[in-house]
């Protein structure tokens, strides 16, 4: 089979963009699929004796289907130890992002898998360097994009934004995939109902807001086709 992936973009930072990303590996590997998840850029990380550690792409590693088997430089190329805007990061560590770097990177990493997930940081527009953003980045990898909206007060305009510009970028839209990240928020179904009518593209799930949200939970909200039947073909 050949290998399949999706960049996961997200309405912001902080949206459940890892926790939907972890979900969808581990619904892939219940397809039966050898899958592994990507964070290209991360920005905030660990120092450990073996190098620079970020929590989202450990995360995707657990959830991937062999975890031993991946390097750690593969799955997260752009490691850098501040929590802000990667470009911001990069010039404070006196590195450059550089695109070439994460799609050889990626290229091992589909080597190894049926399906690659593969997770923004930040938003769609989150700049990378002076002149590129994370949009840039996507378009070079030519992955059909899933949007996780962080379903919250202000999600109808931040969705349909984001929607809007990935679409104006050129890139194919796979789908949405909700995830609740205010507990209280005041008509819930009704704004989800609103992204759903709104939305120019397939509703892929609502994950619900969890006290102690689990990606081995989060999958059964998960509305996806078997991802071995080809409805998530490459464009
Ligand atoms: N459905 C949910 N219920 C409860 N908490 C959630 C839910 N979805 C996400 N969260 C929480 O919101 C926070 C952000 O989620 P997550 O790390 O998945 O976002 P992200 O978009 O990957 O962020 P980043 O931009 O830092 O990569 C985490 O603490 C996560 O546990
Ligand atoms: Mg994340």
């Known amino acids: 089979m050949s290998t399949r992936g999706y960049f996961v973009a997200g309405t912001d930072t902080g949206v459940g963009k890892t926790l939907v990303s972890c979900a969808m590996l581990e619904r892939a590997r219940g397809d039966g699929l050898r899958a592994v998840g990507m964070k290209p850029v991360a920005a905030g990380c660990d120092e450990t004796p073996a190098g620079m550690r970020n929590d989202d792409a450990l995360a995707l590693i657990a959830h991937s289907s ?3 088997a991946l390097a750690y430089d593969d799955v997260n190329p752009c490691a850098l130890p501040d929590p802000m805007s990667p470009h911001l990061a990069a010039l404070r560590a006196g ?12 290229a091992r990493l589909a080597a190894q898998a049926d399906l690659v997930i593969v997770e923004g940081a930040g938003g769609w527009l989150a700049p990378i360097s002076d002149s590129a953003t994370m949009a840039d980045l996507a378009r070079r990898l030519g992955l059909p994009v899933i949007l996780v909206v962080g379903v919250r007060l ?15 970028d050129g890139c194919k839209l796979a789908g949405w995939i909700g995830s609740v990240i205010a507990p209280d928020m005041a008509a819930l179904d009704a704004n989800i109902a609103t992204l759903r ?19 081995m939970q989060a999958v059964e909200w998960l509305e996806l086709p078997r991802m071995d039947q080809g409805v998530f073909t490459r464009s």
């Open 197 to 215: 009518e709104l939305l120019p593209l397939p509703c892929l799930g609502v994950v619900p807001w969890r006290s102690t949200p689990d990606p």
């Open 66 to 68: 062999d975890p031993h």
């Open 154 to 168: 202000g999600c109808l305009n931040h969705a349909q934004l984001s929607a809007r510009a990935i679409a104006a």
């Open 95 to 106: 590195a450059a992002i550089d695109p070439d770097r994460i799609i050889a990177a990626y």
